[in-house]
């Protein structure tokens, strides 16, 4: 079955450090890829999403690429800020097998230090 | 409303009790999706409606979990007999019909559920 795994965390940068958190996946269909984020004591959020191979999602200074060659969504960042903080989520929409499901990875927190 | 709405951000309960949480989700979204997130852990799928469609329950951890959708909008999940390991942040999200968009979630901001 389709499923998402994500690097584990807790992730801790100093500010203005490159970012890199893995995403890999497995799906049936042609799935829709997704970064979700969740702030300190909020709900989440759509952060950047891919739709089709190749395509680059992009975000308040977050990317990612939908490699269907390495089943990847990895998301980077050149220089994280301390508002940065929070546990972010891959997670993809496949249509098939049945309906519209979304499948989403564990959860990597990230943590930026002055 | 603008966002989906859950009710209550809150609850605090005693073991055994029943409990009902309810989510408002988008007008116009068809798909409505229930998760579960624990105190570390990742997002639970719990439940799934679709439309008029049967609901896809296979999420549900055990048979004191239901869930129903009144007129295709309002969502109510219940918890009968509340167990300590029912603690948690219970996410509602809901998005447009298959192929409508591009499957984006949109979450409300959860109900806290604790069990004493």
């Known amino acids: 079955g389709d499923s998402v795994t994500q690097m584990e965390g807790p992730v801790t940068l100093s500010e203005e450090a490159f970012l890199t958190i893995n995403c890999t996946y497995t799906?049936?269909?042609?799935?829709?890829l997704f970064w979700y984020v969740q702030y300190p004591g909020e709900g989440l959020q759509l952060l950047l999403k891919?739709?089709?191979?190749?395509d680059k999602g992009s975000n308040k200074g977050f990317e990612a690429t939908y490699r269907k060659e390495t089943t990847s969504f990895h998301l980077e960042k050149g220089s994280v800020q301390v508002s940065d903080s929070a546990v972010y989520f891959c997670?993809?929409?496949?249509?098939?097998?049945?309906?519209?499901?979304?499948?989403f990875g564990t959860g990597t927190s990230l943590t930026v230090i002055p | 409303g603008a966002g989906v709405s859950q009710s209550p951000s809150n609850k605090v309960t005693e073991k055994g009790k029943d409990v009902e949480l309810r989510c408002d989700p988008i007008s116009g979204h068809t798909a409505l999706y229930w998760y579960r997130q624990s105190l570390g852990q990742g997002l639970e799928f719990l439940i799934y409606?679709?439309?008029?469609?049967?609901?896809?329950k296979s999420g549900l951890p055990s048979d004191r979990f239901s869930a129903e959708r009144t007129g295709g909008s309002v969502s109510t999940l219940t918890i009968q007999r509340t167990q300590q390991e029912d603690s948690a942040v219970y996410l509602c999200a809901s998005s447009l019909a298959v192929g409508a968009g591009t499957g984006e979630l949109f979450f409300g901001e959860g109900s806290r559920l604790t069990v004493l």
């Open positions: 891919a739709t089709k191979a190749d």
């Open positions: 799906a049936t269909g042609y799935p829709s």
């Open positions: 997670a993809l929409s496949d249509q098939f097998p049945t309906g519209n499901q979304f499948y």
């Open positions: 409606f679709q439309g008029n469609s049967a609901p896809d």
